[in-house]
């Protein structure tokens, strides 16, 4: 007897799920997609972690601490520390060299407030993510003599380990980058305006 009421409520409730889902749906009120849940969730984790590092490195790289760095450096490479040097020096007589650590946190809280929308269903929140990801690069390739001339100052003279390790991590950024956003426009679908 007790099998059967069980089975009765289950249905029941089965029921009621059904129905309230395709009231949602009907409604225009949908439930998000899991997947879209757990997109953005990592994408909020990512961008809690890039806004500390962001935020660790405009307090740990004073001139100071990369005077102490290029004098490290000069221990093992002389030639390393003086291109480190130089690079330093041009980066900081130059304006976009001494802003981009604020862009960079600018872009960081866009792609939050694009993620944020997107975690609401909100369509706008995927071009405001994507233009928050993407524009960073463009701004990488208009600095670009200096941005590869700091990677560049990192290989040193014995064969570039940390060029390369820079460069790979650069690389996986970018893959990380476009594979996110696909995986977001493949949500398009479920968001509204």
Known sequence: MSGLFFIFIKTNIMENQ?????????????????????LCILSLICIGL??????????????????????????????????????????????MG???????????MISFLGVLQMFNLK??????????????????????????NMIGSMGGEGGGAAQTIAIGGMVLMVLFDIAFIVMYALNLKHMKK
Request: a negative charge; glycine letters at 6%; charged letters at 15%.
């Open 123 to 148: 369509k706008m929140g995927f071009f405001v993510y994507t233009a928050a990801e993407i524009i960073p690069y463009v701004f990488i390739i208009i600095g670009g003599k200096q941005a590869m």
């Open 98 to 108: 001494r802003i981009q650590p604020y862009i960079n946190i600018l872009f960081i």
């Open 50 to 95: 890039m806004l500390l590092m962001s935020l660790y490195g405009l307090v740990a790289n004073t001139p100071e601490r990369m005077a102490e760095n290029i004098e490290k450096m000069r221990a093992f490479s002389p030639s390393s520390a003086e291109q480190m040097e130089a690079s330093y020096a041009e980066q900081q007589s130059s304006v």
């Open 18 to 38: 059904i129905e309230n889902t395709l009231t949602n749906e009907i409604d225009g009120q949908g439930k998000r997609p899991q997947f879209l849940s757990v």
